[in-house]
Antibody, heavy 120, light 113 residues
């Protein structure tokens, strides 16, 4: 079955960097757009970024543009999120999610998430 | 950006009764070229990631019980649970995928009365 497993979360000081990974299995990774979506503690859902199936097209929320970079390695079926200049407001559970339509659609399925805490 | 606004923020319904959650978008999410509404609904239970229930505003995801249904077009949408079960206690979100940035409603917390 389709499975997404995030890793790389942790506690980091403001201004520092962190890289998240999302290992995919159970589907043809190279044929699907993949998203990052985050959820601050006790809050709602916020879309962060999308990368197209071939990695050529990338889209970002304004709140992370210029600080975060989404990338993928189709040979490893792995998605990444490089997060630089982290701020306390980036504290959240970060989920990777497969695009349910192709390259711009609903999110299905989701991984279990990895918690990023930005604090001094 | 397309702003998604859900109502109500919270809802308490008796077991076996109908629950209705509304979602309004700040602009139409109906694509005229294919007559599809680019709107999805999710359910999130405590400690779990969200799960898609409905996409294209009214297409139920495989495995989702048929007591869940979606309706609406353009800017106004509704998620209906026809007969509330205890397992349906969760937060529900709508989401538009008409354009980036993809945006969610603020969520509606559904509880048992």
């Amino acid at each position: 079955q389709v499975q997404l497993v995030e890793s790389g979360g942790g506690v980091v000081q403001p201004g520092r960097s962190l890289r998240l990974s999302c290992a995919a299995s159970g589907f043809t990774f190279s044929s699907s757009g993949i998203h990052w979506v985050r959820q601050a503690p006790g809050k709602g859902l916020e879309w962060v970024a999308l990368i197209s199936y071939d990695g050529h097209n990338k889209y970002y929320a304004d709140s992370v543009k210029g600080r975060f970079t989404i990338s993928r390695d189709n040979s490893k079926s792995t998605l990444y999120l490089q997060m630089n200049s982290l701020r306390p407001e980036d504290t959240a559970v970060y989920y990777c999610a497969k695009d349910g339509y192709g390259d711009l659609g609903w999110f299905d399925p989701w991984g279990q998430g990895t918690l990023v805490t930005v604090s001094s | 950006d397309i702003v998604m606004t859900q109502s109500p923020d919270s809802l308490a319904v008796s077991l076996g009764e109908r629950a209705t959650i509304n979602c309004k978008s700040s602009q139409s999410v109906l694509y005229s070229s294919n007559n599809k509404n680019y709107l999805a609904w999710y359910q999130q239970k405590p400690g779990q990631p969200p799960k898609v229930l409905i996409y294209w505003a009214s297409t139920r995801q495989s495995g989702v019980p048929d007591r869940f249904s979606g309706s609406g077009s353009g800017t106004d949408f509704t998620l209906t649970i026809s007969s509330l079960q205890a397992a349906d206690v969760a937060v529900y979100y709508c989401q538009q995928y008409y354009t980036t940035p993809l945006t969610f409603g603020q969520g509606t917390k559904l509880e048992i009365k």
